[in-house]
């Protein structure tokens, strides 16, 4: 059974940082695509960083810059890390994962089959 279980959610203040860890049981990372999105109130989920097994990655283009997606694989863990702040970044974040194929880049909510829970990150101004 695949468990994705999201942490390091939190208040922080505009400009500052957080990382996101997201541990994932009954699957091996480092043959998945593996995605970070976020829901704010009221709005659709949205893509935020995609990291694919050959390493490459993508990013949204509000967080590019600021927000860094890793894994490490020894761990079976996946990262964002989250500088820069704004209030405009306060979502439930969630971790998604999936194996990989070609042509696939991570940025779909439909190429997930696999999600955690989420967590909440709150920035205030």
């Known amino acids: 059974q695949v468990q994705l279980v999201e942490s390091g959610g939190g208040l922080v203040q505009a400009g500052g940082s957080l990382r996101l860890s997201c541990a994932a049981s009954?699957?091996?990372?480092?043959?998945?695509?593996t995605g970070w999105f976020r829901q704010a109130p009221g709005k659709e989920r949205e893509f935020v960083a995609s990291s694919l097994s050959g390493g490459i990655t993508y990013y949204a283009d509000s967080v590019r810059g600021r927000f860094t997606i890793s894994r490490d694989s020894a761990k079976n863990t996946v990262y964002l890390q989250m500088n820069s702040l704004k209030p405009e970044d306060t979502a439930v974040y969630y971790c998604?994962?999936?194996?990989?194929?070609?042509?696939?880049?991570?940025?779909?909510?439909?190429?997930?089959?696999?999600w955690g829970q989420g967590t909440q990150v709150t920035v205030s101004s």
């Open positions: 009954g699957l091996t990372f480092r043959r998945y695509v």
């Open positions: 998604a994962a999936d194996l990989s194929r070609p042509l696939v880049t991570g940025r779909e909510i439909a190429e997930y089959d696999y």
